[in-house]
């Protein structure tokens, strides 16, 4: 369904997954969007005023109203365009209650881990957030059993609000995979996990906007020069 | 209506996560079975319930486990349709949403640093006026303006979350000998507190000021006499961690 020109902006920055969980539920709902790509580096007057608390992106306007918080604009994004495309919570309160119990784990306990490889200093503290990661990709991997009842992903037969949470990551995830010289999402550890990830990437919605490995590794290097 | 014993609730006293779920069940005229949890020592139900956190609340519906308490009430909310809590319109209910990721994500925090720092205090209170003017800010001349409640002419998520553990305000303002909600700088907050305070359901939920005000002390002593008199910030310890958790941002939940 598209949008009157000007109705939906999306304020962002190609390299964040958090941008991204707003443009992957945009597009699974045929949304029309202007991408307001921020300045690397400056913050524009419109991110300021949308999102004044946080100063940060993504800031969602719809009829130049802000929505800010990833997860709050997928889960606005699916109540707003209710009618088009695939629901991206499920209906059943419980198993919504499942979804954002683990966007909620994933934030709260996978993404410090997973960063943390990226930060440690040291041989042990890598090793320790390596640890860590994996630990939690396994209780992801017994979720996406219990969830996905067979099919290809959290939200069975299409992308739902944990394939959002968690696919957002993979951008990074794959980085850091090449800059650790480690799998994360490895095919012994998590092989439901590690299947569902190159279809996550793979899928219509995710492939024009999921940024690309070689740009994320440049951006990286870049942000440690820094 | 589901009988009582389908529904139930492993929380904590002086928690004040646990009392945002039994205050959003006493809006929805629910009854429900609870269970009174030793937070440093878990039953088996706690930890059978919720493994990865191993934190109250947890709510069980015919046995099946919700957690975290922002979750538990929205599934309660979406269960039982009846005196609804969020709003209906998908705006309103991202900017419910946004304001208590902020409760959570920010001011939660800063009142437990208030509580818990020693030389820090001062930075912490600091904390806690800024978080507290974005909200006055808010309910003055934003999205919530002109309202009884953030909920409107009645409680609604947001004033069940932010006020379950606004409370703990006051309780430091005396504890610690600091002024955190001063009526002259902060006025439509502080009415909005008094307001929701003086709600039934609400003084039927949250414990009598005196009994937060000596567990308080309780701890605040146990703290000092950790550090010895000396003010720094208390090292962490299973049990004071546990109990300011419990007391302050919530054992997670």
Redesign the interface.
């Known amino acids: 369904m598209a949008a009157a020109a000007g109705e939906v902006r999306l304020i962002g920055g190609w390299p964040s997954p958090f941008v991204l969980r707003a443009r992957v539920a945009l597009n699974l709902k045929g949304v029309e969007y202007e991408f307001l790509q921020e300045k690397f580096g400056e913050k524009s007057e419109l991110l300021l005023r949308s999102n004044?608390?946080y100063k940060k992106v993504p800031v969602l306007l719809?009829h130049d109203?802000p929505?800010?918080?990833s997860m709050?604009?997928v889960?606005?994004v699916d109540?707003?365009w209710a009618k088009s495309g695939q629901a991206i919570l499920p209906a059943d309160?419980?198993e919504?209650?499942l979804h954002?119990?683990w966007a909620?784990?994933i934030d709260d306990?996978w993404f410090p881990s997973m960063f943390g490889i990226a930060k440690a200093q040291t041989e042990e503290a890598k090793a320790e957030s390596v640890e860590q990661a994996w630990a939690a990709l396994k209780?992801l991997e017994e979720a996406f059993e219990k969830l996905s009842k067979g099919k290809a992903f959290f939200g069975g037969g299409t992308i739902g609000y944990v394939d959002i949470a968690l696919g957002a990551y993979l951008g990074w995830a794959k980085v850091i995979e090449q800059m650790a010289g480690l799998k994360l999402f490895d095919e012994e550890k998590t092989p439901l996990l590690a299947v569902w990830a190159e279809r996550f990437c793979a899928h219509e919605a995710v492939k024009e906007v999921m940024p690309e490995t070689e740009k994320l590794m440049e951006f990286a290097k870049m942000l440690r020069g820094k | 209506m589901d009988p009582p014993s389908s529904l139930k609730l492993l929380g904590s006293w002086a928690d004040s996560h646990t009392h945002r779920v039994q205050l959003a069940l006493k809006l929805k005229g629910l009854e429900f079975e609870y269970q009174e949890e030793d937070v440093i020592n878990p039953s088996p139900a706690l930890l059978l319930h919720n493994p990865i956190y191993k934190k109250v609340p947890v709510f069980l519906h015919s046995d099946r486990p919700v957690v975290e308490s922002v979750v538990i009430l929205q599934y309660i909310d979406e269960t039982w349709a009846d005196n609804p809590i969020m709003p209906s319109d998908p705006f309103e209910r991202a900017d419910a949403r946004f304001w208590c990721h902020f409760a959570e994500d920010k001011l939660a925090p800063a009142v437990g640093a208030v509580f818990s720092s020693g030389e820090g205090q001062k930075a912490a209170v600091d904390q806690v006026h800024d978080n507290l003017k974005l909200l006055e800010r808010e309910l003055r001349d934003g999205a919530f303006k002109g309202q009884r409640f953030f909920g409107g002419d009645k409680i609604g998520l947001l004033d069940i979350v932010l006020g379950c553990g606004s409370y703990w305000l006051a309780v430091f303002e005396e504890v610690m000998e600091v002024k955190l909600v001063d009526p002259g700088t902060f006025p439509v907050f502080h009415a909005w507190l008094k307001d929701f305070e003086e709600q039934n359901e609400v003084k039927e939920t949250i414990p009598a000021i005196d009994k937060l005000l000596e567990y308080a002390r309780g701890i605040r002593q146990m703290m000092l006499r950790l550090s010895n008199g000396t003010s720094t910030t208390v090292p962490a310890t299973a049990g004071t961690t546990g109990a300011i958790n419990v007391a302050v941002d919530g054992s997670s939940g």
């Open positions: 004044p608390v719809h109203k929505v800010c918080e709050i604009i889960e606005y109540a707003a309160p419980y919504r209650a954002r119990f909620v784990y306990k209780l």
